[in-house]
Structures are given as C-alpha cells and as structure tokens.
Nanobody, 125 residues
C-alpha cells in the first residue's frame, strides 16, 4: 500500500524553526519527485518546495526561499522540510505528495498522485 505520513508540525513562535518529515511506505522516495504543499485556513493549497532525485531538481516557492530547505534521506525513505525564520503567514496544514510518473524531469506541482494526511504548523506568539 502506497502511503505518505507527515510529522513534525506544531506550535512555534515567530522567528522559530521546525522540521517536517514525510515518511513513505510502498514507494521509494528517491525514485520520484516529492513535493511539499500547504493550505492555510480559507486559502487554496499552494506548492512550497519540491525535490526530484532523478534529475537533481530542487525547487522553492518565492515566499520560502532562503528560509526553508528540502532534503532527502534515502536510507530512511524520508523527505524533510526544514523551516526557519517562521512567521504567522506560514501557519497552515503542510502536506507532502509524490508524483508517480517515472522518469519525470523537474517538478510538476499539479502532477502529484498520492498525498499524506497533513501536519499542522501554527506560528504564533
């Protein structure tokens, strides 16, 4: 069974940091493009970052560049999102997702096939 499970969310003060994890079962994360997304209350889901081991692509949305870092631990079959200098506008449910198209080049945020259940990040004093 293909499954993604996120963890690491929580309450953090502005300026703080969190590291989110996305653990996969039934799928090798280093074989496909993996994306992080977020959805804030009352807003549409948006792509945050993506990593594609196949061609080495790493991508970030402009609003997280310089603050968030995506990485992968193949041995743990896990993708991480290190988030720093968080602000209240980063408050959202964060999801990881996998694009199951073989040999995908780059990242297609609209092409994700499986999703995790999400983890809530709240940035507040």
């Amino acid at each position: 069974q293909l499954q993604l499970v996120e963890s690491g969310g929580g309450l953090v003060q502005p300026g703080g940091s969190l590291r989110l994890s996305c653990v996969a079962s039934g799928i090798a994360l280093d074989s496909f493009a993996i994306g992080w997304f977020r959805q804030a209350p009352g807003k549409e889901r948006e792509g945050v970052s993506c990593i594609n081991e196949y061609d080495g692509t790493i991508d970030y949305a402009d609003f997280v560049k310089g603050r968030f870092t995506i990485s992968r631990d193949a041995a743990k079959n896990t993708v991480f999102l290190q988030m720093s200098n968080l602000n209240p506008e980063d408050t959202a449910v964060y999801y990881c997702a996998a694009d199951l198209l073989p040999l995908r080049r780059g990242c297609d945020y609209g092409g994700m096939d499986i999703w995790g259940q999400g983890t809530l990040v709240t940035v507040s004093p």
